[in-house]
């Protein structure tokens, strides 16, 4: 099979009639030098990529099924950042060789989750090289309605979407890194292990909280390094209560009842030590963490109810730069976790986990 | 040094005030989760990625600013192929190591001409993993007038700009796989190595042929195999002028007056095919391949003026389907050169030609 005919056969479909509505944007797709879209008045578009290399961010046995999804999820999931519906995507596509296998299975994850959210793939490129997935996505957002990393402000709380760590969970579970008396039951780890390989972007719920939030960002490299960036670009500091955002861990739930792993021997030294790393510093959960002033809490729930996603308030936003853990009684928590850092050898994050979360 | 450090370092720089014209298109820059264009009134977006691996469409060696001139010049290219104005890229990188010489240069040729052609770069990626350079550029072209592969039609005239062959003759020479007796003079090898590691996108007369053309791509895998893409979205035939489209080779001319090598023993059935080969089938060329009316010779001729952009025409299309190549006095040469396939390990690209033409 040539690259035309892997291209033809694989990552061209038609290309809808114009129709109203972002459907219509895309007015030539795959098989020219450039697509073509047209933009909606008043309208910005939002744009971001994501390189996903084999051994780096995902193993080489995956299901292709499940790494078409997670490559383009992590991307829908940077425009959920900023509240921005989806339009179409580029996809340029390294293979060590063409396998119709593989190529039918990502493509089929692939197109499912764009088909979900009305996303087309428009171009692109394909070429021989050790495996390695980049993905470009375009979205649209009303003018001056996008979701960014620079406006929160003292006082705003601070929610996260979904759970958080489960990702971290399986990556651990599957690297041999649990603690040495941990037995995941098989059906903690499938769940688990769904969540690394299948994230879920929460595009509804970022375009419910236009006009709602102060401030997002998606949590690709664990819940505090990226709340760091939202400090970092808003010039302020947060508190973030560690009794809530450990409970986030869907896996916990389904331990402490199904297994009693956690009756006898749960050592919150060790064991809690490990949970809260997943939680706060794990990487690739996809989520949403983002800010809003006190006053917008019922609006909060309505864009919460709106697009079906939970969300949970873990703290809050304070003048003073740095974060601050605190325990349910609002005790300090020294913090130390590092988020990772894709070329700093010595960070923590670095030298645990040696599989990263794409997205930043 | 870490990612954010590098990002920071190597590939943010400050968004101008918005502006009128093009560079006033780009709102939010490196930095959030998306960048955001504001697209003009009555335009439409052009968008085009290719990827780069080493050892396959770049040398391990090669000079860090000419790889950042040549990412960005084969989607700009596309761009050009399309008759769209360039805004803005983004680039997804995977390096071994972040090594900072390597990373210097690199940024200062990929910004050299990014400025050349006021195209911002407003996002991307890094990640550790085997080199690999992945872009999307995004221009811009007024509705309803980009240059697409299927506009041509029967008694067209065909054209190219500029050279073709001469990077397909360095990577020959690079590779040892010249003709046993050729010697290549330094200075007809550096002449020809630059065209292959810093091609020339053609850009300026892309915009002149909007209106003019009647369907144009650019030369990346082969001017044969790049026209039958031409020939398959049109529907047409062509009719090709070998002898003029072999002297299109700049290094031609060098070698014929500078060093003897053709005096004596230049033999046509193999030197003169091997010369054939190169700017039939050489890939690289980044030259515009493109169809117009024959009433609008004079249009061509001005498009090209005002440009600075030499074009050579070469033939011209037919309502028979199929390429024909003729010699000067119009007698069938046979045609069996193959554009490169990424895949094809039996095409005579894949066989002969170890590294590839990014652009396709």
Redesign the interface.
């Known amino acids: ?4 005919e ?1 291209i033809a056969r694989y990552f061209t479909r038609p290309v809808p009639a114009p129709a109203p509505g972002p459907a219509g944007r895309v ?2 797709g795959v ?9 909606a ?1 008043g ?9 996903l ?5 995902f193993f080489a046995d995956v299901a292709p099924e499940r790494l078409g999804h997670k490559a383009l999820a992590v991307n829908l999931s ?2 959920a ?2 509240g ?1 519906r989806p339009l ?1 995507f ?5 293979l060590p ?2 396998d119709e296998d593989w190529l039918a299975g990502f493509a089929r994850g692939l197109f499912a989750l764009a088909d979900a959210h009305g996303c087309a793939l ?9 495996r ?1 997935l ?1 993905i ?1 996505v ?2 649209e ?1 009303p ?1 001056g309605q ?1 979701l ?3 406006g929160a402000r003292p006082g705003d709380d601070v929610y996260v979407s979904g759970t958080l760590g489960d990702a971290a969970l399986a990556l651990a579970a599957l690297q041999g890194r649990l603690p040495a008396h941990w037995r995941l039951p098989p059906t903690v780890l499938a769940a688990a292990r769904a969540r690394l390989e299948q994230p879920t972007p929460r595009v509804a719920l970022g375009l419910a909280l236009r006009g709602v939030a102060s401030s ?3 949590v690709s490299d664990g819940l505090l390094g990226d709340l760091g960036h939202i400090l970092q ?1 808003s010039g302020v500091g947060a508190c973030i209560d560690c009794s809530v955002t450990t409970l986030l861990i869907a896996a916990y739930a389904e331990l402490s009842s199904a297994s009693g792993l956690f009756d006898s021997e749960f050592d919150p030294a060790t064991d809690g030590e490990f949970l809260r790393r997943c939680t706060l510093a794990g990487g690739d959960d996809y989520e949403l963490l983002f800010t809003t002033a006190p006053a917008r809490r019922a609006a909060v729930a309505a864009a919460a109810l709106s697009s079906a996603t939970p969300v949970t308030r873990i703290g809050r936003i304070e003048a003073q730069p740095g974060l601050r853990l605190v325990d349910g009684k609002g005790r300090p928590v020294p913090a130390r976790y590092a988020s990772f ?4 050898a010595s ?1 923590a994050g670095a030298a645990s986990n040696p599989q ?1 979360a ?1 997205g ?1």
């Open positions: 099979m040539g690259e035309f892997l007015v030539l098989g020219d030098d450039c697509a073509l879209l047209a933009p008045p309208m910005q578009l939002a744009i971001s990529s994501d390189m290399v084999e051994g780096r961010h940077d425009l950042a900023c921005a179409a580029t996809l340029a596509l390294a060789e063409a428009v171009g692109g490129d394909t070429t021989q090289g050790p390695n980049s470009t375009l979205g957002v003018a996008a960014l990393r620079s997002a960002i998606d670009a850092d894709h070329f700093a960070s990263e794409p930043k």
